[in-house]
C-alpha cells in the first residue's frame, strides 16, 4: 500500500504536489456534497423546512412527497397497484430472459403472455378493471414498456438490416442502405415528431393509431438503424472460410446465418449491442416532447404544477437520475457477463 | 444408364472461368471415374484451388459443362443442394466452426441438412471421430486442439455426412511438419476405402503412393496428367519438369 502509493502518487516533487492538490479538491467537493446531500438536508415532506433549508442542503422532501406521480405519472391515483403490477411482471420477464437458460421457444410464447396481461392491467377496461387510455400511462411503467419494446423489437429488425446490407442482392443490399444512412441522418427527436404529428397527417380521415404505438414503432425503426450497424460490423469480422465450410456442407442460407454466422458475429459485438441497449434506454426520455409522460415527463407533472416544489426541481431530477443510473449499471454488469460466458472455450 | 457418362464421378467439359478479365480457368477437360484417386499440383496462382471449388460451387465457372454424378452444376438451387451433399471438402485452414464444439462440429450438418435425430448425430459422429483417433476429444472447442487435430475433425466433419467426392485443398500445408503425417495417414486410410478423391497437394510421397493420377496445372490449364510413375519419372513437358526439379530438390 505505502509502496504503491510512493510509486504512482509521490514519486517527484512535482507529482506529489499535484496529488496533494487534487486530494485537497476531491476532499472538498466530496464535503460539500456530504453537507448538501446528506448532513444538511431536509427528508422529510415539508415545503416550510425545504424553505428554511434552501441553498444549504437538499430537499429530499419532494421525492417523498411527489414519487407517486413521479414513478406513474398521470396514472389515476387509486389505481396505480395495476402499473405496479404490470412493471413488476414485466422486469420479472426481462430479467429472465437474461438468462441462456431459458432462450427457449416457450419464452416468446412467455412474453407475448406476459405482454397481454401486461395491456390488460394498464389498460383495463375488462375483467371489471376501469379503462385508463394511454395517454394516461406514465413514468417508470411507460420508460420500461418503452424501453424493452423498442429493444425486443429493433434487434430482429437489426439483424434483418445488417444481413440485408451484406447480402448478393444489389436491390435488397441498396434497401438497406438506404434504410438505415437515412435513420442515421436525422435526430430522434424529429422521428418522433414525424410519428405523432406527421403521420396522422397522411392516414385517412377517421382513423386513428394509438400515439403511444406510433412512438413505439418510430423508436424501434429508430434503434433498428443504429443496432444493424453494430451487427453488421460483427458479421465483418467473420472469416470467409466459415461461410465456405458451411456452404460446403450443404446448409441453407438460413441455416447457415442462423447456426454459424450469426452466433459468432453477436458474440463478437456483445459490448456494442449492451451500448445500444442502454442508449435506448436513455432515449425514451425524449418521448416526452410528444406528450408522453415516461419518468422525465412525469417528474415535469409532479413539480412544475406546484409552487411549493418547483425549487426542488433539482433533487426529483437526482431522484430519477438513480433510477436510470441502476437500470443501465445492471445491464452494463449483464453485458460484462455475457461477454464472459460467450468467450468461454475460445483460446487465442 | 448406357452412356458412357454415367461411369464418370465428375466430368469438366470445356470449362472455362474468368475472375473480372481474368482468365483462371481456361478449357478445362477433365474426367473422374467412380473411386478414382486424383492428385492436382502446379504453381501458386496456377488455378488449382479454383478448379476443385468449381466442383462444390464455392466458385462458380461461366462456360463449360460441368457435371457430378451426372447432375449439371447452373444456378439451379436444387441440383446445388444435392450436389454439396455428395461432395465433402476439407480446407487448408481447416474451417470448423470455434463456437462450437468438435461434436458439435461434426453434427450440425447431418442434423440440420440430413434431418437425423441428436442420439443417431452423435453416434455416427464419435465413428468418424475414432476412424480419424480424437474421440477424446469430442467435448472439446477447435481452438483448444493442435492443428493436426483439427485438420482430423475437419475430415470427421465431412464424413459424417457420407460424401461420394472429396476435395482437399492443400489440407496439410497450414500444419507444422510433425503434424502432417497424421493427417495424411487418415486420408491415405480413406483413398483405401474406394472413395472419389481430388485432392490438391505438394506432398509428393502421398502422391506417389496414393493416386490414380496425377494432374498438373499451370495458367488456368491442365498441362499434363499422368500416372504417377511416369508422372514423376518421365515427364514430358517441361513446365512440368521445371516444376518437379523444383519441389522435388527440397
Ligand atoms: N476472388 C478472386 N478474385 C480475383 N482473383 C482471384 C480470386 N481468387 C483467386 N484469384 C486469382 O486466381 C488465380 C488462381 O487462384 P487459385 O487460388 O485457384 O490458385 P492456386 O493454384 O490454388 O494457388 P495456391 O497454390 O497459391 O493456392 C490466382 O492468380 C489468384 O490471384
Ligand atoms: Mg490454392
Known sequence: MVTWLRANLFNNVFNSAITVLLGTLLLYVLSQVWGWGISHAVWVADAEQCNTARGAGACWGVVAEKYRIIIFGRYPFEAQWRPLLATLLLMALLLASCVRLFWKPWLAALWVGVLVVFFILMHGGVLGLATVTTDQWGGLPLTILLASLSVVGAFPLAVLLALGRMSDLPVIRSLCTVYVELIRGVPLISVLFMASFLF???????????????????????????????????????????????????????????????????????????????????????????????????????????????PYKLEGYLFIAAIYFVFCFSLSRYSQWVERQVSRGKVH | MSNNQADYMIEFAKVNKWYGHFHVLRDIDLQVRRGERIVICGPSGSGKSTLIRCINRLESHQKGKL????????????????????????????????????????????????????????????????????????????????????????????????????????????????????????????????????????????????????????????????????????????????????????
Not at chain 2, 170 to 180: H, K, N, R, V, Y
Open chain 2, 67 to 250: 457435371t457430378v454424378d451426372n447432375l449439371e452444376l447452373s444456378d439451379d438451387v436444387k441440383v446445388l443442394h444435392e450436389v454439396r451433399r455428395k461432395v465433402g471438402m476439407v480446407f487448408q485452414q481447416f474451417n470448423l466452426f470455434p463456437h462450437l464444439t468438435v461434436l458439435e462440429n461434426l453434427t450440425l450438418a447431418p442434423i440440420q441438412v440430413n434431418k437425423l435425430s441428436k442420439v443417431e448425430a452423435e453416434e455416427r459422429a464419435m465413428e468418424q471421430l475414432q476412424r480419424v483417433q480424437i474421440a477424446e476429444q469430442a467435448y472439446k472447442y477447435p481452438l483448444q486442439l493442435s492443428g493436426g487435430q483439427q485438420q482430423r475433425v475437419a475430415i470427421a466433419r465431412t464424413l459424417c455426412l457420407t460424401p461420394q467426392v472429396l476435395l482437399f485443398d492443400e489440407p496439410t500445408s497450414a500444419l507444422d511438419p510433425e503434424m502432417i503425417k497424421e493427417v495424411l495417414d487418415v486420408m491415405t486410410e480413406l483413398a483405401e476405402q474406394g472413395i472419389t478423391m481430388l485432392c490438391v497437394t505438394h506432398e509428393m510421397g502421398f502422391a506417389k503412393s496414393v493416386a490414380d493420377r496425377v494432374i498438373f496445372m499451370d495458367q488456368g490449364q491442365i498441362v499434363e496428367e499422368n500416372n504417377p510413375h511416369d508422372f514423376f519419372n518421365r515427364p514430358r513437358n517441361e513446365r512440368t519438369q521445371a516444376f518437379l526439379a523444383k519441389i522435388l530438390t527440397h
Open chain 1, 200 to 310: 396522422p397527417l397522411f392516414m385517412p380521415v377517421g382513423t386513428s393509431i394509438d400515439v403511444l404505438l406510433r412512438v413505439l414503432v418510430a423508436m424501434i425503426l429508430f434503434a433498428g438503424a443504429y443496432l444493424a450497424e453494430v451487427i453488421r460490423g460483427g458479421l465483418q469480422a467473420i472469416p470467409r472460410g466459415q461461410y465456405e465450410a458451411a456452404a460446403s456442407l450443404g446448409l441453407t442460407y438460413w441455416q447457415m446465418q442462423g447456426k454459424i454466422i450469426l452466433p459468432q458475429a453477436l458474440a463478437t459485438v456483445v459490448p456494442g449491442i449492451m451500448n445500444n441497449f442502454i442508449s435506448t434506454f436513455k432515449d425514451t426520455s425524449l418521448v416526452t416532447i410528444v406528450s408522453l409522460y415516461e419518468l422525465t415527463g412525469s417528474l415535469d407533472l409532479a413539480v412544475n404544477s406546484d409552487p411549493d416544489w418547483l
